[in-house]
């Protein structure tokens, strides 16, 4: 399939993105189609599971993969970055200017995270001694473990930003893992745990916020409700939120500041005229086709899709897009009769060490999807070790492998057991 003009390379499919969605398509999709039919664009090495990291449960290592050893052999790896889409002439352009033709693609670039949308946050994340970490940054993951085991009391503050970001639950899963590490270290009687949420509810899904606040309210942690963090004074240890009410600023004294930055979609979407008036890429949310340019697709947190941008949620999609883009290529894909996604996502809520809400929901819904025979409103240590030792083998071993494609039929299986 590989084109033989030396100066513009030719693939069936290219695939923007080299992380969770992009790996789990382009693994089958290379096996279906052949050695070098498929392209995957990534410019750097594969890093998840960094909410483990921060928390001390798992180590930086454990998280991070060469891009050689996750990507599909039979692909082809172009290790640049995509910074345009030309829909019209089936091209993509690279950083270095150089370019790709296609004959269909699947856009899975992720979220970008845009750490400057918050003054002072960027000086703050590396100024020594300014007690600012985040476990969205690669530099600071490491650090943001020290910060809360070594924790002395004080104000620890967490913050959730009111944009879409990846992993939403990663927000208030590392504030109730602290206050659990602080409550263990013996600090905790002279620490004030805050969570500063610019959104409206702690969590979007009803049975799983009631959860989270009655643990809150167990515990005396400290939940403000559109609140966002807009400026970091760190000589001072001073973060500024605005009240998204009544849109006056308060500030708050802090010893430890979690950040979630803000985040959207990857600029070169808009600019190449494929997103949607947000700037996702613009897709039927159940066909997860362009809904202007049928042979391109999109998963995950760079797509349009009104769902919950998660590891969780990509597993579902990654079945369906498969299904529709081979029906495609194969000329013989309707509408009509297409593989459908429902929404499917899921938060792994950690709360403790070892205790663990599962909330799996459709996020086009807000209702609960869950899996297993009993109530995952409730922490369960059983919840803990399946995320913590369970899903991520799955994740790797089968996920990035393309044999994963969420829970459907497990969740069938365990409904006819009584």
């Not at 060469?66 to 082809?76: D, I, Q, R, S």
């Not at 400290?222 to 970091?232: P, S």
């Not at 597993?315 to 883009?325: D, E, I």
């Not at 013989?332 to 899921?346: E, H, I, T």
């Amino acid at each position: 399939f590989a084109s033989t003009n030396a100066t513009i390379p030719s693939y069936k499919v290219v695939v923007i993105g080299g992380g969770t969605g992009g790996l789990a398509v382009s693994s089958t999709l290379s096996q279906v189609l052949g050695k070098n039919a498929v392209a995957v664009i990534e410019p750097s090495n594969y890093q998840p599971l960094w909410t483990f990291v921060g928390a001390g449960l798992k180590k930086f290592d454990e998280s991070a993969k060469p891009m050689k050893e996750v990507l599909p052999e039979n692909a082809e790896w172009i290790k640049n970055e995509a910074t345009k889409v030309d829909p019209e002439n089936n091209t993509v352009i690279l950083q270095d200017g150089q370019q790709v033709k296609y004959d269909y693609l699947v856009v899975a670039t992720g979220i970008q995270v845009n750490w400057d949308k918050i003054k002072g946050l960027p000086e703050s994340m590396t100024k020594p001694n300014s007690n600012v970490t985040s476990i969205y940054s690669e530099n600071s993951v490491k650090s943001a473990w020290d910060l809360i085991r070594n924790f002395t009391g004080g104000n620890a503050i967490f913050t959730m930003p009111s944009t879409p970001i990846k992993c939403p639950g990663a927000a208030i899963k590392i504030a109730y893992l602290a206050e659990d590490r602080f409550t263990k270290n013996f600090v905790r009687n002279r620490t004030k745990v805050i969570y500063n949420t610019a959104m409206g509810k702690i969590f979007s899904v009803e049975k799983y916020a009631n959860g989270l606040n009655r643990i809150a309210k167990e515990r005396d942690i400290q939940v403000n409700l559109q609140t966002e963090l807009t400026e970091i004074h760190s000589d001072k240890h001073e973060a500024v939120f605005k009240d998204i009410k009544t849109g006056e600023s308060k500030v708050f004294n802090y010893n430890l500041l979690h950040v979630v930055p803000p985040m959207g979609p990857p600029s070169f979407i808009a600019e190449s005229k494929i997103g949607n008036a947000a700037g996702w890429v613009d897709v039927d949310q159940y066909t997860l086709q362009h809904v202007k340019y049928p042979n391109i697709f999109s998963l995950g947190d760079s797509s349009s899709a009104p769902t919950s941008k998660t590891a969780a949620a990509i597993s579902a999609q990654s079945g369906v897009l498969k299904k529709n883009l081979l029906a495609v290529i194969n000329g013989n894909f309707s509408p009509s009769l297409a593989a459908k996604y429902d929404g499917y996502a899921s938060c792994p809520l950690l709360v403790g060490r070892d205790k663990l809400i599962l909330a799996e929901f459709s996020g086009y819904t807000l209702k609960p999807m869950e899996t297993f025979p009993f109530d995952q409103g409730v922490e369960r240590k059983s919840m803990y070790y399946l995320t913590k030792e369970i899903i991520p083998e799955i994740y790797w071993s089968r996920l990035l492998k393309g044999t994963w494609t969420g829970p459907h039929d497990v969740r069938q299986w365990l409904s006819f057991i009584p």
